[in-house]
């Protein structure tokens, strides 16, 4: 329970906050660049706006973790390529799980709410896969990316 109760703590608390900014900074961004704005309505498309977001809101939560959520005072490059791996890492593994959600939904044909099985399948697999990412993301930051000196 000790281990537990310590696993929990205020970093991961901290850890939740940031990720909610970060999302919040990241998806506007996503919502500003894909807006018609200036001279002829130039908007970005969807996928440069959501790399330029995710890019943004990682970079945002790379120095919010590193010096609030887990006071990590390394010096250099290390702290950020482990950060980046570790974000490389948990999108993988959250693609992974997101795709085998939705061909378990499909193969099987499980649905909910009345939706259809493919509408449902991409709601399920993108929350699954969303819930496995920030775990994945707590867990490779805490103990790898800014991983406390003893």
């Known amino acids: 329970m000790d281990k537990l109760k310590s696993f929990f703590d205020i970093k991961f608390l901290k850890f939740l906050l940031v990720g909610v900014l970060n999302t919040l900074i990241g998806e506007g961004i996503v919502l500003l660049l ?13 996928g440069a706006a959501a790399f330029v ?4 809101g990682s970079i945002v ?23 980046t791996i570790n974000i490389a890492a948990c999108l993988l593994i959250r693609v992974l799980v997101a ?7 499909k193969a099987t044909g499980f649905t909910m709410f009345n939706m259809d099985v493919n509408t449902f399948a991409g709601y399920l697999s993108w929350a699954v896969g969303a819930c496995v990412f ?3 993301n707590y867990v490779g930051q805490r103990f790898f990316a800014f991983k406390e000196k003893k």
């Open 61 to 83: 939560s790379y120095f919010l973790n590193k010096y609030f959520t887990f006071k990590n005072k390394e010096k250099g490059l290390k702290p950020a390529l482990r950060f």
């Open 134 to 136: 920030v775990a994945c």
């Open 34 to 46: 894909t807006q018609p704005v200036g001279w002829k309505n130039f908007s970005w498309g969807p």
């Open 99 to 105: 795709t085998g959600v939705s061909e378990l939904c």
């Open 53 to 56: 977001g995710t890019v943004i």
